[in-house]
């Protein structure tokens, strides 16, 4: 069989005159959509996920973070500052993840709801009784319904053709040059930020208390 010919390679503009009208443009649109997304984010959800997490707190139970990809880390960094407001938390994937239990807090991330690694790891925390708390785009997805809580985050206008992340990663299935998950992604990540400082206020924390916990030893 012959070999497919290759694919032209794209013009790449090194010129230094450029103004970056693409990458302003792109920055404009996103902070733009996250703005208009503020306003679309239901105060019944918001007011769910600040109980659960408000009852987590007052019970001393534990939460698991979790995501894939580009979601993942959103996870991580929305576990980091958990740990800084007193939380006993982990993220799924780490080496030292204790078991979850009955009362616990499962905080699940996925833009199209559907990605298996996610859904399977809901069902299995859903088996020992812990709450889920999910933020994804499709209410209507499966990762939504195993939910106790969920939060519709905009973002994401269409279902990847392959719904699981590491399917699509090992078959180089790759998004648009405007990626479908990225406004998902960032507006989650500002969200989540914004229910840290909810939670610092609700909480009596302040930035000082948060600094107490933050990391002493980092490379």
């Known amino acids: 069989m012959d070999n497919p010919s290759p694919r032209p390679r794209t013009q790449v503009d090194l010129s230094s005159k450029s103004n970056y009208e693409t990458f302003r443009r792109s920055m404009i649109n996103i902070a733009r959509f996250i703005l208009e997304a503020s ?3 239901s105060s019944e959800e918001i007011s769910r996920a600040i109980s659960l997490l408000l009852d987590v707190y007052r019970q001393k139970k534990k939460i ?3 995501g894939a ?3 993942g880390l959103v996870g991580r960094a929305f576990a980091m500052r958990l740990l800084h407001l007193g ?3 982990n993220v799924l994937g780490d080496t030292i993840v204790p078991p979850i239990s009955k009362g616990d807090l499962v905080i699940a991330i996925s833009g199209s709801g559907r990605t298996k690694l996610i859904v399977t790891a809901a069902e299995a925390a859903k088996t020992v009784g812990a709450l889920i708390l999910g933020i994804t785009s499709f209410p209507d997805s499966p990762l939504a319904q195993l939910c106790d809580a969920v939060i519709v985050v905009p973002g994401r206008t269409k279902v990847a053709r392959e719904e699981d992340y590491f399917m699509r990663q090992i078959l180089g ?3 648009p ?3 479908l998950g990225t406004l998902f992604e960032d507006t ?3 969200f989540l930020d914004g229910l840290v400082v909810e ?3 609700r909480l009596g924390i302040s930035e000082e208390d948060l600094e107490k916990r933050h990391a002493n030893i980092e490379i």
């Open 87 to 89: 939380y006993q938390v």
């Open 39 to 41: 306003e679309k984010i």
């Open 188 to 190: 989650a990540m500002v």
């Open 173 to 175: 299935i790759h998004e």
């Open 64 to 66: 698991l973070v979790m």
């Open 177 to 179: 040059l405007a990626p």
């Open 199 to 201: 939670l610092m206020e």
């Open 69 to 71: 990809g580009r979601s």
